[in-house]
């Protein structure tokens, strides 16, 4: 099946330039964007989520930001070469972001109702009746009761979530072709983010947006997701559909990963947690960037990086226990027993790498 | 509320506490209506519900951050509106902090991190030694999973999640007996959920600390609370043992709060149903006999006395089926 990209993130790498010296955040980040989909982007904090995706509506500080390389190529062209005149007719328009922080992201001193409409005033040829018409109804959308009387107040009078709303609100103002959600809804109950969630899924549906949603939340990425990134260290290090990654995982971060959640029906006395820190940036190790916290590094993972194994068509993985000649390991057991549910489930075999040598014994 | 357990001694009362913003004005609000529960010494109370229902206000109000509308909050014994004087201020900002929901906002932008938690130690007079001062940071820095060389970056320099942790360790420095934790690890990815978690629960027994959890991911409120209370509208719906909680939610919006609990699996996800919860289903036309009524031991709900009959009955019968499948 011949699907439609609409963006083309191809070997990013993203440096800052601060008082210790330069942070390398981003080392060599590739994806691709479908049209119609949800890619979430999940992993450690610090790991790039989201200084990837700003650049990709180049939003990231001028004075101390460094692009080292790559491209992100949007409807033919290159966004990182566009001149700042032509990028501003695509950021918010074409391309819509909600921020982590909505407090930092909205205007303190202009009212809600007024942010919301403004985006549409310079991005769509309407009266500023229209324009405010349209924000009083997305309001409404997301969920801000009282809309009329709230059009007229202050970001501070808004409760964290209440922000988190008006946030979405102003993204879906233009009805962008691409949404960049980051962490959009962790500042809500769960029965508004259901709502949120719900909207955002209708939005794809009715208007084919493409959404890159990023989260630590995994049951939220479970609800949400066709596919899933998980990034480590500021790289991808696993991408597969959202059934791959929760069912048969095969990077050992994604298993950490799947292996801290408390869930609801289990008592634990301890939460498990990956071992040890992330790796200090300003000087990435030699090899993989997880080894010193992976309980199944081999020899090779301390002094060469692991290229990219593909599992399916769909799913890649960069570890090398995925090589022909890795030996066998047991994922803990939290992970054995997903692949146990859903062979169950669907009766299918898991399998693993194509090149023979599996890691689960399939 | 009716009686608590004698052996458990309160470290928090809050009473009838109300908060009404621009009070007699148009755009009035009334954030919170009437909130009434106690926090007991050396126990987790987890504080969910609904958004904009007045969590993180009530939080504030604990705190003193601005004068309260209505009620009385009492923090070991002491009603907080008659501390005045500056020296008794001090020493409840000693004892009790906050860890805030939004951390880019509630860190000074101009300050190193060094110079934000080290201010908070100097400010308490907890380490006079400057050299030492920052030996105390650096160890604040990596019980939160930092690396120590943050300590001379900005609040803007750093993540969601590394900058949330800083004003974590920020609270922490002061070693304080009591934490509000609003909504404090929800940016953090879920290792290092786990790992502050785990470390919260460390200190709580090693110090006998005293925690407001207040958060939306309510697998965590299960897993680190003894208690827990629902709000909903400015008001404390429902309150009772984690575990009870779970196993038989009785107000109807909590149990429309646990039907929507994202689970980690797309199959299960696919199948979903949620219960929608109607605020006029209760149609309440006179409030006089509402209010927060003891169902069982422990375990209270925000009901009209009639009531009270029928949410006991489905209390049995719930906990009843939850062993069944035990
Ligand atoms: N303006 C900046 N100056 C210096 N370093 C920065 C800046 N912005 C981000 N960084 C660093 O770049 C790395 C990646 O940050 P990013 O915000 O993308 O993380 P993230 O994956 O979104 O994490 P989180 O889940 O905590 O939000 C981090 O180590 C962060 O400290
Ligand atoms: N300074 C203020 N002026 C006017 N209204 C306010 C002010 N502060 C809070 N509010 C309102 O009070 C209500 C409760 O807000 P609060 O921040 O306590 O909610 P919350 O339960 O913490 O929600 P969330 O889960 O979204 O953080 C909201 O309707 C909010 O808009
Ligand atoms: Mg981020
Ligand atoms: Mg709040």
Known sequence: MEETTVLEVKDLAISFQTFEGVVKAVRGVEFMLKKGETLAIVGESGSGKSVSTKAINRLLPEKNTLIERGEVLFEGQDLLKLSEKDMQGIRGNDIAMIFQDPMTSLNPTMTVGKQIAEPIIAHKNVSKEEAKEKALELMDLVGIHHPKKSYKNYPHQFSGGMRQRVMIAIALACEPKILIADEPTTALDVTIQAQILDLMNKLKDELDTSIIFITHDLGVVAQMADRVAVMYAGQIVEIGTADEIFYNPMHPYTWGLLASMPTLDVDQKNLYTIPGSPPNLLHPPVGDAFAARNDYALAIDFQQEPEVFKVTDTHYAKTWLLHPDAPDVTPPLKVVRRKEKYEALFSVKMYANSTGGGINGG | ?326
């Open chain 2, 1 to 326: 509320m009716a009686a608590e357990p004698k052996e458990k001694k309160p470290i928090v009362e809050i009473r009838s506490y109300k908060q009404y913003f621009n009070e007699g004005k148009k755009s009035e609000v009334r954030a919170v209506k009437d909130v009434s529960f106690s926090i007991y010494e050396g126990e987790t109370f987890g504080l969910v519900g609904e958004s904009g229902s007045g969590k993180s206000t009530t939080g504030r109000a604990l705190i003193k951050l601005g004068d309260i509308t209505g009620g009385q909050i009492f923090y070991k014994g002491e009603d907080i509106s008659q501390i005045k004087r500056r020296k008794d201020l001090l020493k409840f900002r000693k004892s009790m902090q906050m860890i805030f929901q939004d951390p880019y906002a509630s860190l000074n932008p101009r300050l190193t991190v060094k110079e934000i938690i080290g201010g908070a130690l100097k400010v308490h007079g907890l380490e006079t030694d400057s050299n030492k001062r920052t030996e105390k940071v650096y160890e604040l820095l990596e019980s939160v999973g930092l690396n120590k060389q943050f300590a001379n970056r900005y609040p803007r320099e750093f993540s969601g999640g590394q900058c949330q942790r800083v004003g974590i360790a920020r609270a922490l420095a002061v070693q304080p007996d009591f934490i509000i934790a609003d909504e404090a690890i929800s940016a953090l990815d879920v290792s290092i959920q786990a790992q502050v978690v785990n470390l919260l629960k460390e200190l709580k027994e090693q110090n006998n600390l005293t925690y407001l959890f207040i958060a939306h991911d309510l697998s965590m409120v299960k897993y680190i609370s003894d208690r827990i209370g629902v709000m909903n509208n400015g008001r404390v719906l429902e309150v009772s043992n984690a575990g009870e909680l779970y196993e038989a939610p009785l107000h109807p919006y909590t149990e429309s709060l646990l039907s929507a609990i994202p689970t980690p699996d797309p199959e299960s996800e696919r199948h979903r149903v949620r219960t929608e919860y109607d605020p006029a289903y209760h149609h309440y036309d006179n409030l006089d006999r509402v209010a927060l009524h003891e169902i069982a031991p422990e375990h209270f709900i925000y009901c009209h006395e009639d009531e009270i009959p029928l949410y006991r009955k489905k209390r049995e019968k719930l906990l009843k089926k939850a062993r069944q499948y035990a």
